[in-house]
């Protein structure tokens, strides 16, 4: 069965670092999604990919984050400065063609911000 | 925007009884609901999933309801087993513009099935 591939799965940092997580889709999504997950809370929409265009970053602190997605297939989220409050989980979810909803999700890349 | 709220956070059940957990969303214009399951460690998986455009929904053990006058909807797990201890999150979506769905998910429910 296929599935969304994160890495890396763990990452310590200190702040002011720049760090950078890696999301490689299920073959032929074309919908990519990046999320946060603090401890203890349900998943936040950071970004979301159509293809290689952005869709929605509004929830993006885009003065410390960015993403991409060059060739509408894998993406990279990176933050840099890292601060304290990013130790979070970070998930990567895909979805297929438009007329499906449902969104797969990667096992996550948890991150610590010393 | 669209608000989710989920009950109980935690909930302690028997082998063999039933667990429901309950969500509430905000916007009406909502049409699709789904639930996940997460263990330790890992991503969501999904479970099951409902459309407004249907009241109830079953897999096996596994049941959602759905009633969209109250705005609310609801995961029901009968025979519980202990493999189903993990933390579900129930969310909530509609499609958007170009058929881009947001999920926004409830603050989750940490279940323990104990033999």
């Known amino acids: 069965e296929a599935e969304v591939a994160q890495s890396p799965r763990y990452k310590i940092t200190e702040k002011s670092q720049a760090v950078a997580f890696w999301c490689d889709p299920i073959s032929g999504h074309a919908t990519l999604y990046w999320y946060r997950q603090i401890l203890g809370q349900g998943p936040e929409l950071l970004v979301q990919?159509?293809?290689?265009?952005?869709?929605?970053d509004s929830q993006l602190p885009k003065d410390r984050f960015s993403a991409e997605r060059l060739k509408g297939v894998d993406s990279t989220l990176k933050i840099q400065p890292a601060e304290l409050g990013d130790s979070a989980m970070y998930l990567c979810?895909?979805?297929?063609?438009?007329?499906?909803?449902?969104?797969?999700f990667g096992p996550g890349t948890r991150l610590l911000v010393l | 925007g669209e608000n989710v709220e989920q009950h109980p956070s935690t909930l302690s059940v028997q082998e063999g009884d039933s667990a429901v957990i309950k969500c509430t969303y905000s916007?009406?214009?909502?049409?699709?609901f789904p639930w996940y399951k997460q263990e330790l460690g890992k991503g969501p998986q999904l479970i099951i999933d409902?459309?407004?455009?249907?009241g109830e929904k079953k897999d096996q053990r596994i049941a959602v309801t759905l009633n969209k006058t109250a705005k609310h909807f609801s995961l029901h797990i009968t025979e519980t087993q202990p493999e189903d201890s993990a933390v579900y999150f129930c969310a909530a979506s509609k499609s958007g513009a170009g058929g881009y769905n947001k999920l926004i998910f409830g603050a989750g429910t940490r279940l323990a099935v104990h033999p």
């Open positions: 409902i459309r407004s455009n249907v």
């Open positions: 990919f159509q293809d290689e265009s952005v869709v929605d």
């Open positions: 916007d009406s214009a909502s049409n699709y």
């Open positions: 979810a895909s979805r297929g063609t438009r007329g499906s909803e449902t969104q797969y």
